[in-house]
């Protein structure tokens, strides 16, 4: 299985695709300004224990970073996700 993730402005999440079409997990986002705010993060049960959340995580706060931007983690996945990676604790306002 391959994931992909992808940033999907227009719904306003990032999208982690398995093998090129599933959709398998998704980090949904509000942006203001300077600021990304992470509102919620949901992983398919069928994609469980896959890795396919951390994936979207490690993207999504990656893409903050390069973009220029802070992070308010309201998602307790990314919160966490965050926690266990302290190279992001930098993004956190």
Do not use: W
Request: proline share 3%; aromatic share 8%; with cysteine.
């Amino acid at each position: 299985m391959t994931i992909d993730v992808r940033k999907n402005a227009e719904l306003h999440r990032y999208e982690a695709v398995a093998d090129g079409d599933t959709v398998a997990g998704f980090a949904e986002y509000k942006e203001n300004g300077d600021t990304v705010t992470f509102t919620h993060t949901e992983v398919d049960d069928a994609f469980g224990g896959e890795g396919v959340g951390g994936q979207l995580a490690k993207v999504a706060l990656d893409q903050s970073r390069s973009d220029g931007k802070r992070v308010v983690p309201l998602c307790p996945f990314i919160k966490g996700y965050i926690e266990k990676h302290p190279e992001y604790a930098d993004l956190v306002r």
